[in-house]
């Protein structure tokens, strides 16, 4: 027996945007590092002073990219019968009418947030 969208609903859905928010912080973070090693090896006579500043900016470009993650993209929700996180917890062979207006809301965020950033 697992949890379904149907039966925690916000329970669901925060621990998936929480989720989706560590996995990119993960991979920001290991882009980062790379990204950090290159320029200390490209430019190693200075690394003793740029060592701090590219740390710092590391954990702003992650923290950063995260929090965009958790705020400004659709969750994804844990399906115990699927064993898997989904986008559309509300998925069937036909979709409902809370998916489609899911789903319109999601696009209208996707087109209106670059837009006022």
Not at 71 to 98: A, G, H, R
Not at 104 to 116: A, D, H, N, Y
């Amino acid at each position: 027996m697992g949890s379904v969208f149907c039966m925690y609903p916000t329970f669901t859905y925060v621990a998936g945007g929480i989720a989706l928010a560590m996995w990119c912080m993960a991979c920001a973070t290991t882009v980062s590092l790379f990204a950090n090693r290159i320029l200390i090896i490209a430019f190693h006579e200075y690394a003793d002073v740029i060592e701090k500043k590219l740390a710092y900016s590391s954990i702003l470009f992650s923290l950063s990219y995260g929090t965009y993650m958790l705020v400004f993209t659709p969750t994804i929700c844990y399906n115990s019968v699927w064993i898997s996180w989904i986008p559309d917890p509300l998925s069937e062979s036909k979709p409902s009418n809370e998916s489609a207006e899911m789903v319109i809301f999601e696009k209208i965020k996707r087109i209106t947030v670059p837009i006022t950033v």
